[in-house]
Antibody, heavy 118, light 107 residues
């Protein structure tokens, strides 16, 4: 059974950098073809794909946020980390991580709500 | 970027109704199209991928069709658990995008 769990701060101040961690269980991030992505959802709004990293360290970013995002993985801990710089109140959202392997996001974390406020 | 447009944005239906949701891509995406259901307060669930392949464990009342730029999700007989928001998502090439969602409400 594959599970994912997001962790990180629930509140950040404007201009700060957000760091979120996705811990994956039931699957090694060394497994061929595995990817972990980040998706966010502002309250009452639609899903927005942010970034994706694969086993081979191939990385993809949303063009609109690329300058602010960095995605990395730590295979020894089976974790994927997303950092987003220069946070703004419009970045207030639930942030999800999700697994992909040969098909799009089939396993999702429960999500973590991040509020940006001074 | 490939833009995904869903219609309608919302609809009202009754238990047992047949429901169809449309998703249109701004350029051809072959069959790199998935559908998700998101119940209130929950993470999305994958229903359909590759435009028409039912994800394991998903009830057969869900079906998908289409290729190129035009896709549909059909729920043959709406159940109480299906009152939710549905999203399409393209995974063509390297940059993925979601549609804006279709909310299915109880009539």
């Amino acid at each position: 059974q594959i599970t994912l769990k997001e962790s990180g701060p629930t509140l950040v101040k404007p201009t700060q950098t957000l760091t979120l961690t996705c811990t994956v269980s039931g699957l090694s991030l060394n497994t061929s073809g595995v990817g972990v992505g980040w998706i966010r959802q502002p309250p009452g709004k639609a899903l927005e794909w942010l970034a994706l990293i694969y086993t081979n360290d191939n990385k993809r970013y949303s063009p609109s946020l690329k300058s602010r995002l960095t995605i990395t993985k730590d295979t020894s801990k089976n974790q994927v980390v997303l950092t987003m710089t220069n946070m703004d109140p419009v970045d207030t959202a639930t942030y999800y991580c999700a697994h992909t392997r040969w098909k799009p996001f089939d396993y999702w974390g429960q999500g973590t709500l991040v509020t940006v406020s001074s | 970027d490939i833009q995904m447009t869903q219609s309608p944005s919302s609809l009202s239906a009754s238990v047992g109704d047949r429901v169809t949701i449309i998703c249109r891509a701004s350029q051809s995406i072959s069959t790199y199209l998935s559908w998700y259901r998101q119940r209130p307060g929950k993470a999305p669930e994958l229903l359909i991928y590759a435009a028409s392949t039912l994800q394991s464990g998903v009830p057969s009342r869900f079906s998908g069709s289409g290729s190129g730029t035009d896709f549909t999700l059909t729920i043959s007989s709406l159940q109480p658990a299906d009152f939710a928001t549905y999203y399409c998502q393209q995974s063509y090439r390297t940059l993925w995008t979601f549609g804006q969602g279709t909310k299915v409400e109880i009539k």
